[in-house]
């Protein structure tokens, strides 16, 4: 089943996005060399329970962080830990917060000091892809619309879509219904309505599409262990064009792009 939210909804959509993407504007600027990704976890913990929110992942299903951590060849759903980051690492970080009973989720993959050109290329088409199915989420298309655009932007690039993970819809709920793949046909799936709240979510790799989760039946890598990006947004659905309501304005701020 998938909601339609109230313009009261919206309105509480609105300040859960905001607050999870000024959480990570914070994340922003501890990510360096030498942070453990532990460090991160708890400047995310703090900065939303300070600020009114709850975060939807500590204690999710078992969920050990508030921040999914996603280093080099993780693609999702890593835990934070002792690790260290270090130079030329990329670090995903996927964070969901509850205030006022509306949740809002983003994720960001940082690159750690400085990156190979082919670590940075990967960030950027990704990053582009997520602009490219935002840009599908138009009022009377489809879900597959939106999967199209990513998985064809990526693919023209050389890069592979992992098959086993979703968007999907946000509200009371940090899943909802839709699903939104990052692959599939055009014209195919739910019908995209004024009011509907999406997350897209590219998980791309730079080798092949496989992945492998750990024991612990979390954490998911590339089965090549090479590199994996994701970028997230909470996307509205309007009569005109989709509004964007998480926003990377605050971690471009801190890293001072
Ligand atoms: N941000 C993740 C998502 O987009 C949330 C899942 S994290 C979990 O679906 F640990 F809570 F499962
Ligand atoms: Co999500």
């Not at 000024?22 to 400047?43: H, M, N, Q, S």
């Not at 962080?65 to 890593?78: A, P, W, Y």
């Not at 619309?145 to 709920?173: F, K, L, P, W």
Request: with cysteine; proline share 4%.
């Amino acid at each position: 089943m998938i909601y339609i939210k109230t313009a009261e909804e919206i309105e509480k959509m609105r300040v859960a996005a905001d607050l999870v993407s000024r959480t990570l504007g914070e994340v922003a600027k501890w990510v360096r060399p030498g942070e453990t990704t532990l460090k991160l976890d708890t400047i995310a913990r703090e900065f939303i329970l300070d600020n009114g929110g709850r975060p939807s992942c500590l204690g999710y299903q078992g969920f050990p962080g508030t921040l999914c951590i996603e280093v080099n060849d993780t693609v999702v759903h890593g835990f934070p830990s002792n690790y260290t980051l270090r130079e030329g690492d990329i670090v995903g970080t996927d964070c969901v917060v509850d205030i006022n009973g509306y949740h809002g989720d983003m994720c960001y993959t940082f690159a750690v000091g400085e990156i190979s050109e082919e670590a940075a290329l990967l960030l950027k088409i990704t990053e582009e892809s997520l602009y490219k199915g935002i840009e599908a989420a138009k009022a009377g298309k489809r879900i597959g619309d939106i999967s199209n655009a990513v998985q064809t932007y990526c693919e023209r690039a050389g890069y592979s879509v992992v098959r086993e993970m979703c968007g999907h819809g946000i509200g009371r709920s940090m899943h909802e219904d839709p699903e939104v793949p990052n692959y599939g046909r055009r014209g195919i799936g739910p019908v995209l309505k004024p009011g509907m709240c999406i997350c897209i979510e590219p998980m791309i790799n730079m080798g092949s599409k496989n992945i492998v989760i750990t024991s612990d039946g979390w954490q998911c890598k590339t089965r090549d262990h090479k590199l994996s990006a994701h970028f997230e947004h909470t996307v509205l659905i309007t009569e005109n064009d989709p509004e964007i309501l998480t926003t990377f304005r605050y971690i471009e701020e801190s890293l001072g792009k």
